[in-house]
């Protein structure tokens, strides 16, 4: 099976519903967020502070092609992954991309208390976090294969809804 590729804002659900959604299918869960921290050996929030988002963003694309070497895995991408053209062409050709929306609102809710979100240590955060959106919002909607409204919705909700929307079956890896 090829690859799912989890694309949305911070706070939309990316992660908690790809290990649902792998764990259903039976596929490998990777949070690309995840693996960038392993090979840089330091948090995003570290290297944000240390080397800048430019360094993080070669860092980012260096880690997702070495990921879709493999198949049958759901990969929760970080936010910012749609802002590298190349990033959005290799996404296409190695998988399924799923957009995972929410307001801004929603996303400032489930974000406002998280400490760990450098684009959004500025003195008003919820003005940042949709500045981001809009910059960020068409690139999503240009991307996906499908896309499923996160508000209100359970991970496993979420994940289930993918399902239906893609025609996939569970356990089918």
Sequence with gaps: MKNIFLIGMMGA??????????????????????????????????????????????LEKGVLKRIVNRNSQVIATGGGIVLDPANRLLMKE??????????????????????????????????????IFQDRRSLYESCHDGAVDTEGKTPREVAEALIAKLGLKQGAA
């Design 13 to 58: 659900g990316k992660t908690e519903t790809g290990k649902c959604l792998a764990k259903k299918l039976g596929l490998i869960f990777v949070d690309l967020d995840s693996e960038i921290e392993q090979e840089a050996r330091m948090t995003v929030s570290g290297i944000f502070g240390t080397h800048g988002e430019p360094f993080f963003r070669d």
């Design 94 to 131: 190695s998988g399924t991309v799923v957009y995972l929306r929410a307001s801004v609102r929603v996303l400032f809710e489930r974000l406002k208390e998280k400490k760990d979100r450098p684009l959004l240590n500025r003195p008003d955060p919820e003005e940042a976090l949709a500045r």
